[in-house]
């Protein structure tokens, strides 16, 4: 089965820097789209950026367009979010998600257009 295993999270001050990974496993990686969504306390669950199954197309959340960066490598079977200039508005679990593998849909940025998820990995970023 699709297992999706995210890493990379933790305690950091504002202005810090952050790199998330998400190692998949199960199905043919580089077919998908990979998404990062994120959860804060007493909110609801948000996209923050997609990149499509080659990597040549990316959406950004405007909260984090210009300080957030996905990428993925293919060859590892892994997606990455680079995060930088953290804000404490950045605190939340963030999940991974792979796409359903649509043609149509290349950059999906709504919880339901993706297929699997991780478990999720807390970022706390303290003011």
């Known amino acids: 089965q699709v297992q999706l295993v995210e890493s990379g999270g933790g305690l950091v001050h504002t202005g810090d820097s952050l790199r998330l990974s998400c190692a998949a496993s199960?199905?043919?990686?580089?077919?998908?789209?990979m998404g990062w969504f994120r959860q804060a306390p007493g909110k609801e669950r948000e996209f923050v950026a997609v990149?499509?199954?080659?990597?040549?197309?990316?959406i950004y959340a405007d909260s984090v367009k210009g300080r957030f960066t996905i990428s993925r490598d293919n060859a590892k079977d892994t997606v990455y979010l680079q995060m930088t200039s953290l804000k404490p508005e950045d605190t939340a679990v963030y999940y991974c998600?792979?796409?359903?593998?649509?043609?149509?849909?290349?950059?999906?940025?709504?919880?339901?257009?993706?297929?699997?998820w991780g478990q999720g990995t807390q970022v706390t970023v303290s003011s």
């Open positions: 199960g199905r043919t990686f580089s077919l998908y789209a």
């Open positions: 998600a792979q796409g359903s593998g649509s043609v149509v849909v290349v950059t999906p940025t709504r919880d339901y257009e993706y297929d699997y």
């Open positions: 990149i499509s199954w080659d990597g040549r197309s990316t």
